[in-house]
Structures are given as C-alpha cells and as structure tokens.
C-alpha cells in the first residue's frame, strides 16, 4: 500500500489526526481537507486512489459529496469509504446509495479501518486495470454503461456496432466485451462468432445484453460462445456486479495458469541444475565454469539493458552451454595433456550434441543459439558450422567472451590459470578476430564494475 494517495475529508481535526494515526502504519500517502468543498477541488486536480470521508459534515454532507464525486467524470473512479456515527443498516445504506465503496462507523474505525482501506485499494486497482468494450448502436445505452462501468473505477472504449468493435480490437485488448445483438453493418451474433473464431480473442469474456429475453434468442448467443445474457433494461449495478464476477472468475483461472507454468519451469531448472551438476562432477577442472559464464553474460545483459524474462534465459542457456560434453568420451573430456586432431573433432561434435539434447522441450528452443553457436568465431573460422559476424546468434557470441575468458583464467591440468591482466590482454588481441567486438566491449563493462 505504501505508494497509496488517500484524501480524508473531514471538519474534526481530531478525526483527521486519528484516521491518519491509523493508516500511517501502511506508509501511505496522505492529504487533508476539512470541507468538502476543498475536498472537491483537491480531487478534481491531483488523482487520488481513495477518499475517506464523513458522512456527516456542515454545509455540505459527506453523502452528497460522495454524489457529486460520483456524478464527475474526471472523479467518479476514485473510491470513497464512508464514516458514520452509526451502524444502522439505514445510516449503513444511506452511504451506499451515494455511492460509497464502504462503510465504516466510527466506533469500529481502529478495528476495520486499515482492512477496509486495503480491501477497497486492492479492488480499485484491480478494476483500473481492467478494460471493457461496450459495443451498442445505441448512443444512450452506450454512455450508460460506460457510465456506470467507470463510476466502478473500470476502464472502458465503446463502439456502435460489431463491425467498428472488430477494428477497434486491432489497437485494444479488452478483458470484457459487452455488446448488443441488433446492430446495423455487424450484428452480436456475427461479432460473437468473428470473437470466438479468433484464437488470440477467443478467451475474451462475452456479455450479451439484448432486449430479447426468448429462450431461444439467449441459447443461440451461449451457443457461439458468449458467458452470460443481460435483458434489457437492466440496473447497472447489476452489470457492474456481472462484470467483476466474470472478470474475477478470469483472472482466477489465468493466475492457475501461470502458477501451473511457474511449477512446471521451477521443475525444468531443478532437472537442468542436476544435469549441469552430474557434467561438472566428472571433471574437477571445469567444475563451477557454467555458473561463471552464466553470471558474467547475465550481468553482461544487464548492463547492455536486455529485459527480464530474456535475462532469465540467457542464465538457463549459459548454464548449459557445454551441456552436450556429457556425449563426450571420458578418456578425451578428461585427458591431462592436448588433444590430437581426432580427439579434437571428437570434442568440437558437443555444441550440436547439447542442441539435440534441448531441442524436445519447447520453452527452451530461444536458448538453443547459445548452446549450438557458443564455438563459432566471429570471423567465420569456428565451428560447428563456421558461421560468421552476426549470423551468429548475440547470446552465442557475449557466452564465447565469458567462456574464453573464464577458461584461461581456469587452473587446467596441463597449464595453471592465467592472471586476470594477462586474459584481458588476450580476450583484446582476438577482438575481432575470434570474438565480436561489441561483446568484447560489453564484457570490460562488466568487468570493469566488478572489482
Ligand atoms: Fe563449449
């Protein structure tokens, strides 16, 4: 909560002070005003997340500033908890009626403030969030909705007919459609269907709302795919309460979804630190080499401001960038002095060996690069393939700088590790040669804000 704008309006500088004690434990930030007029003003002009406000204050109410905050465009959002003396269910509905999100009565303040608070904070974001398509040819019908839509704290764009909602959906993604089914141009049942048909739309929450309230009419639009049917007229409310459910009920199974997909990954990277592990343990010398490169070319990516979730895959790729050595024979993988040319050919087969390893899971093929590329020289004289320049893949060539830089520095058993100046010195003579420049460049960057 702590990034939370709050206006608390309320004539009682006691009551100002008190409500502010309360909610300071959450960090939030906080304005006062002792009228409801200076209320007004303050949030027409500087977007508030909440408002707290009495119900009862002099000349003007807290009730009837709650209506007038509800009747404005620019503040009919913000959601306002409403104080009382009382817990009378009429003083209780009085504060709905106006509009409120919640009610609290003053005795209760200490207990249920900072809940309520939360609770409503929580929901508001959760509605800001959420854009509505409201498709009617009905110019009232639509500001009515979308009236009473925003007055929720969604958002919400508007089209008059199935044909328009369609072209809109090139430039928005909504999380709800509402529309009508008499239409000119494109009527709801074709819009329903042309939704339906499209695989990136398809999953769209569909509302019909229709003054046909026949059986048949509502069966035919649930059979093309729409969620609920709303006869016209309806209270907005209503649809309010309609809108958050399907969105709510959505939201619940996207986030299955992702914790679904978040279970399956964790498992892959377990399976994938153990199979780095089980290489790694046959060979003492290189034990810890794919940690390092993974760290140097994720810090590298950090500094060149690569975004997250690729970050996150070059750590995957460069772990396993030698992954295919576990296809290498022992006497060769592990022998103490150079390798002969059939040795060597043998050993130079592991980049492809590890691209076939990883090419059966599918989440993994963006990384594949790093593995299969990770040898090629940027002047076209590595392999497996002899690639050359930027056909090799970026990732593949910021893992060569890391991967040269940390095998020289390495104890090998036929030669001891090499101090840090010296593999500067040596990764700068084979910039442009064996390594891209611009990764050479990126690397002393990183290496630079190391020590
Ligand atoms: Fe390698």
């Not at 619940?252 to 964790?266: S, T």
């Not at 810090?299 to 295919?324: C, F, R, S, W």
């Not at 101090?419 to 003579?429: F, H, S, T």
Request: glycine share 6%; aromatic share 6%.
């Amino acid at each position: 909560m702590s990034k939370h704008k709050i206006l608390i309006v309320d004539n009682s500088a006691k009551m100002r002070k008190n409500i502010k004690g309360l909610l300071e434990i959450g960090g939030i930030h906080i304005t006062e005003a002792s009228d409801t007029d200076a209320g007004f003003t303050l949030a027409l002009n500087e977007g508030f997340d909440l408002i707290i406000t009495d119900n009862n204050i002099p000349e003007m109410d807290g009730l009837s500033f709650c209506r007038k905050l509800k009747i404005n465009q620019s503040t009919r959002g913000i959601p306002v908890i409403m104080l009382g003396v009382s817990e009378t269910d009429e003083e209780i509905n009085r504060g709905f009626v106006s509009g409120a999100a919640a009610y609290i009565s003053k005795e209760n303040i200490k207990g249920s403030l900072h809940k309520t608070v939360s609770e409503v904070l929580h929901k508001s974001l959760f509605r800001r969030e959420r854009l509505v398509m409201v498709v009617d040819d009905s110019a009232m019908v639509c500001k009515l909705v979308e009236t009473g839509l925003t007055e929720a704290g969604f958002q919400v764009v508007t089209a008059e007919n199935g044909k328009k909602a369609l072209n809109l959906l090139k430039r928005y993604r909504p999380d709800l459609i509402i529309s009508d089914i008499d239409m000119p141009e494109m009527n709801g049942f074709a819009f329903c269907e042309a939704i339906h048909k499209d695989p990136e739309l398809a999953t769209i929450p569909f509302i019909v709302m229709s003054a046909n309230s026949t059986r048949s009419h509502m069966n035919r639009m649930l059979q093309r795919g729409a969620e609920a049917y709303i006869v016209k007229p309806f209270n907005t409310d209503q649809l309010v309460i309609l809108v958050e459910k399907l969105l709510s009920d959505q939201f619940l199974l996207l986030l299955k979804e992702k914790e679904r997909l978040d279970a399956e990954r964790n498992i892959m990277l377990a399976s994938i630190t153990s199979l780095v592990a089980a290489l790694e343990a046959r060979d003492k010398y290189t034990r810890g080499h794919s940690d390092a490169v993974s760290d140097i070319v994720s810090g590298m990516a950090e500094i060149a401001g690569v975004g997250k979730e690729d970050i996150e895959l070059i750590k995957i790729g460069t772990k396993l960038h030698d992954i295919g050595k576990i296809g290498v024979r022992d006497l060769i993988l592990l022998k103490p002095s150079n390798l002969n040319p059939e040795e060597f050919e043998h050993i130079k087969r592991h980049p492809l060996i590890g691209a076939t390893i990883l090419r059966p899971i599918e989440s993994l093929s963006s990384i594949i690069p790093i593995i299969k590329s990770h040898h090629e020289r940027f002047d076209g004289k590595g392999y497996p393939h002899a690639i050359k320049g930027e056909e090799i893949h970026l990732w593949a060539r910021m893992t060569a700088v890391a991967d040269t830089y940390h095998a020289l520095t390495s104890n090998r058993p036929y030669r001891p590790g090499m101090q840090k100046g010296k593999a500067l010195e040596i990764i700068d003579d084979i910039k442009g040669t064996q390594l891209c420049p611009d990764c050479v460049e990126l690397f002393l960057r990183w290496v630079s804000k190391q020590y």
